[in-house]
């Protein structure tokens, strides 16, 4: 198998952290992070829908984004864009019908957003921020920048985002609990095959 396709294989997914949520509610609120893949009309080429909102608004998400999937040596790349109108397509995790309402032109690009993840072991991933110090957050009238830190394996995504003081590197905002630890709950990866890998403009090569 490409090593592309088995990366976008095991991102494909419905993830939760319900049972940390459980051990500990006072520090995790239940959330939930879909990948999707999207229609091919959206970019001409394989990529994917991100959604995650807490488990009691679903329709609510408070991060979304799509991502175009690419590899450059040993690195996975999972570019990062937003869209102008995220409310009409909130909730296309759980309702993917939603996607079909994505018009390409209202994409934006997330700049120095992209995440670059490597396969440290058989089927396992860690993945980071491009490095710059270039993904801004504006956070409390000031912006920031993001470190965020994933663990992805075909069981689980484990993650940390915190965002630093861009003149000083000091911490900002982010988890002071340690990671988010979350379940693969379903694949979603049923039309992600070598067909998939091969298209670009809805035409397969």
């Not at 909102?53 to 996975?76: A, C, T, V």
Request: hydrophobic share 30%; glycine share 8%; proline share 5%.
């Amino acid at each position: 198998m490409h090593s592309l396709l088995k990366f976008a294989r095991i991102l494909a997914g419905h993830f939760s952290n319900y049972q940390q949520a459980q051990h500990n509610p006072k520090d995790f609120a239940r959330i939930n992070i879909y990948f999707r893949p999207l229609p091919f009309k959206i970019f001409g080429k394989p990529s994917l829908y991100s959604e995650q909102s807490y488990d009691h608004d679903p329709w609510n998400p408070y991060r979304q984004g799509m991502h175009n999937l690419k590899q450059e040596g040993d690195i996975f790349i999972v570019e990062n864009f937003g869209y102008q109108q995220q409310h009409r397509i909130a909730g296309a995790g759980r309702h993917p019908d939603l996607l079909n309402k994505i018009q390409p032109e209202q994409i934006e690009a997330r700049c120095g957003c992209a995440m670059h993840f490597r396969e440290v072991k058989e089927g396992y991933y860690e993945g980071s921020v491009e490095p710059g110090k270039k993904c801004l957050v504006p956070r409390d009238g000031k912006l920031t920048y993001l470190v965020s830190e994933v663990e992805l394996s075909s069981q689980s995504w484990n993650s940390r985002d915190r965002g630093y003081d861009l003149e000083t590197d000091i911490q900002c905002w982010g988890s002071e609990h340690g990671l988010l630890r979350f379940q693969r709950i379903k694949e979603l990866n049923d039309c992600i095959n070598e067909d998939w890998m091969k298209q670009e403009n809805g035409v397969t090569r």
